[in-house]
C-alpha cells in the first residue's frame, strides 16, 4: 500500500526491483559508447578537474564530448563557444554547485524558486524558436553539478521514460503543486513549456530518491561491479551522482514488468 504521508506522485519500489532496474539498464545501454558506465565515470571526472581548475581549457573536454557526441547544440548552424558555455555556468549561484537531489525531497519554497531562476538563467546555453533547449541544458547542468540535475533528453528520457504515464503523472502532480505555491514562477513566460516541467521534474525526482534510502547505494553498486569487471576506480564525483542513479533507474525500470513498483493512488 502507498504511504499515504508521501507527496503526490511518489513512488514505491522494493529493493530488489532497484537493483534490478540498474541491471537492466547495463544490459540495455552500456554497448552504446556515451550510455557506457565508464564512459560516464570519465566525463564526471573531467568535470570534477574543470571545476577544481576553473579553467576554460578544461572544460572544453566536457564541451566538446557533449556537442561532438552528444550533439547538445544539433540542428544549430552557429552554436556557442566553449568561453560562451563556460560564462552561462560560471554566472549561476554557486552553493547550487553543492546541492544534492535528496535535498528537493523536503523542499521549501524559497529553494524551488532558486533553482527556478538557476534553469532561466543556464536556459541561455541554447534557445530553440520554442523556448530553451531542455536537452542541451540538463545536460550541462548534470556535468556542473551531477548531484543535482538529471539528465533529459527528448528520445529517451522525454519521449521513452516518461512517455509512460506511470511516471508521467508523478511530474504532472509535481507540476501542479508548483504552480499553485509558487505563483510568481508559474508566471513566467518559460514556466508552461519544457523548463517548467524539468523543474517539475527535478523535484519529482528529488522525492523519488529522498523516499528510497537504498537508491544510492544500488547506483554504487553498479558502478563498482562495472569498475571491478574492467579493472577500474569508481571515482569519487560518480558515487554521489544522484542525478545520474535517478535516470538509470528510470531507465531500468520501463525495461522491466512492472512487478514489485508500488504507483501512488489519484
Not at 120 to 148: E, I, Q, T, Y
Not at 166 to 171: E, I, K
Not at 246 to 253: D, F, K, T, Y
Amino acid at each position: 500500500m502507498p504511504d499515504t504521508k508521501s507527496p503526490p506522485g511518489t513512488l514505491k519500489i522494493a529493493p530488489p526491483t532497484m537493483a534490478r532496474a540498474f541491471r537492466a539498464r547495463a544490459v540495455r545501454y552500456d554497448g552504446e559508447r556515451a550510455w557506457n558506465m565508464g564512459y560516464h565515470v570519465d566525463m564526471w571526472r573531467f568535470a570534477a578537474s574543470a571545476e577544481r581548475s576553473g579553467r576554460v581549457e578544461d572544460f572544453e573536454k566536457i564541451y566538446w564530448e557533449l556537442r561532438n557526441r552528444w550533439q547538445v547544440f544539433r540542428p544549430s548552424s552557429n552554436p556557442p563557444s566553449p568561453s560562451a558555455v563556460a560564462a552561462v555556468l560560471g554566472g549561476l549561484d554557486p552553493a547550487i554547485r553543492r546541492w544534492e537531489l535528496a535535498e528537493l525531497a523536503t523542499c521549501r519554497k524559497s529553494r524551488l524558486t532558486v533553482l527556478w531562476n538557476t534553469l532561466v538563467h543556464a536556459s541561455r546555453v541554447k534557445m530553440n524558436r520554442d523556448g530553451p533547449s531542455v536537452m542541451a541544458v540538463s545536460k550541462f547542468l548534470h556535468f556542473w553539478n551531477p548531484r543535482l540535475f538529471v539528465i533529459l533528453d527528448a528520445e529517451v528520457m522525454r519521449d521513452l521514460v516518461f512517455g509512460h504515464a506511470w511516471l508521467a503523472d508523478g511530474v504532472a502532480a509535481a507540476r501542479g503543486e508548483i504552480a499553485t505555491k509558487l505563483p510568481g514562477v508559474a508566471a513566467h513566460d518559460l514556466f508552461p513549456g519544457e523548463l517548467g516541467t524539468y523543474l517539475a521534474t527535478l523535484l519529482w525526482a528529488g522525492r523519488l530518491i529522498g523516499a528510497h534510502p537504498g537508491l544510492m547505494p544500488a547506483f554504487i553498486t553498479q558502478l563498482e561491479r562495472y569498475a571491478k569487471r574492467n579493472g577500474t576506480r569508481v571515482h569519487s564525483a560518480a558515487r554521489r551522482a544522484q542525478g545520474a542513479a535517478v535516470e538509470w533507474l528510470l531507465l531500468g525500470l520501463v525495461e522491466l514488468p512492472p512487478a514489485g513498483v508500488t504507483l501512488p493512488r489519484s
